[in-house]
């Protein structure tokens, strides 16, 4: 091929026009291409976002039932310890003065008005079928002091004995029932607990001698278990949060 021809002015020109459309044609292809390559990426970074926005809100919706449910627990919790504790305390008062609520002695009774007004003064709360026992067990007063009073103390000490044994009852069916919103700690001071405060009871009667418990080390572990009550109410129990 002659130089002549290379470089003839319209060879020239139609090489130049191919290399100028070559490089619009690269140019739009890597347009093309980065413009794919950039909405690719767009729509993968929005759907992150998205997938990243949706599992914060699933989070934030577990965390929130998780509050929800820890306040109903926490809730529960404040209303079952405190009426607990009262059914526990009270049962042990009753075991505690069984015997001086219901005694009576010619040592402090003078006279058979006095009884009645003796037990009201003490905060004996007489039903009225006790009340009439006690009325019609007067009759003896004039003939027999000591045997009216001795009965008397046996009529009433009967009586306290069935409220007490209720309360004992009540009371461990108390803590069966919601024994799921007790902490581990609460469950093993009271599992016993309770069987002590029984033992107490029958122990006061006279109807057991095998096992002794003592009066004082029931006291201390009411008192301890009170401390342990107290402790977790004003904290709360975050250990599963």
Same mark, same amino acid.
């Given at each position: 091929?002659?130089?002549?021809?290379?470089?003839?002015?319209?060879?020239?020109?139609?090489?130049?026009?191919?290399?100028?459309?070559?490089?619009?044609?690269?140019?739009?292809?890597?347009?093309?291409?980065?413009?794919?390559?950039?909405?690719?990426?767009?729509?993968?970074?929005?759907?992150?976002?998205?997938?990243?926005?949706?599992?914060?809100?699933?989070?934030?919706?577990?965390?929130?039932?998780?509050?929800?449910?820890?306040?109903?627990?926490?809730?529960?919790?404040?209303?079952?310890?405190?009426?607990?504790?009262?059914?526990?305390?009270?049962?042990?008062?009753?075991?505690?003065?069984?015997?001086?609520?219901?005694?009576?002695?010619?040592?402090? *009774? $003078? /006279?058979?008005?006095?009884?009645?007004?003796?037990?009201?003064?003490?905060?004996?709360? %007489? &039903? =009225?079928? +006790?009340?009439?026992?006690?009325?019609?067990?007067?009759?003896?007063?004039?003939?027999?002091?000591?045997?009216?009073?001795?009965?008397?103390?046996?009529?009433?000490?009967?009586?306290?004995?069935?409220?007490?044994?209720?309360?004992?009852?009540?009371?461990?069916?108390?803590?069966?029932?919601?024994?799921?919103?007790?902490?581990?700690?609460?469950?093993?001071?009271?599992?016993?607990?309770?069987?002590?405060?029984?033992?107490?009871?029958?122990?006061?009667?006279?109807? *057991? $001698? /095998?096992?002794?418990?003592?009066?004082?080390?029931?006291?201390?572990?009411?008192?301890? %278990? &009170? =401390?342990? +009550?107290?402790?977790?109410?004003?904290?709360?129990?975050?250990?599963?949060?």
């Amino acid at each position: 091929m002659s130089l002549q021809h290379i470089f003839n002015p319209t060879n020239i020109q139609n090489f130049l026009t191919s290399v100028f459309t070559s490089g619009i044609v690269t140019l739009l292809f890597q347009s093309f291409i980065k413009g794919g390559i950039n909405n690719y990426f767009n729509k993968k970074m929005v759907k992150f976002k998205d997938d990243i926005a949706q599992l914060s809100e699933e989070r934030k919706l577990n965390f929130d039932r998780k509050i929800h449910d820890f306040s109903l627990y926490s809730t529960k919790r404040h209303e079952l310890y405190p009426e607990l504790f009262r059914r526990i305390y009270k049962t042990n008062k009753s075991i505690i003065t069984l015997e001086g609520m219901s005694q009576l002695s010619s040592s402090f *009774i $003078s /006279s058979k008005s006095e009884i009645i007004p003796h037990y009201e003064s003490i905060h004996f709360e %007489l &039903e =009225e079928d +006790l009340r009439n026992e006690i009325t019609n067990l007067l009759d003896l007063w004039d003939s027999d002091v000591d045997g009216c009073l001795e009965q008397i103390s046996s009529t009433v000490k009967k009586s306290l004995c069935k409220k007490v044994s209720l309360e004992l009852k009540e009371a461990n069916e108390f803590f069966e029932q919601n024994i799921l919103f007790f902490s581990d700690a609460a469950v093993h001071k009271l599992e016993l607990l309770m069987p002590a405060l029984s033992i107490l009871y029958m122990q006061k009667l006279g109807e *057991i $001698s /095998s096992v002794e418990i003592d009066e004082d080390k029931v006291q201390e572990d009411i008192n301890s %278990l &009170e =401390e342990l +009550l107290k402790g977790e109410l004003s904290k709360g129990d975050y250990k599963n949060q």
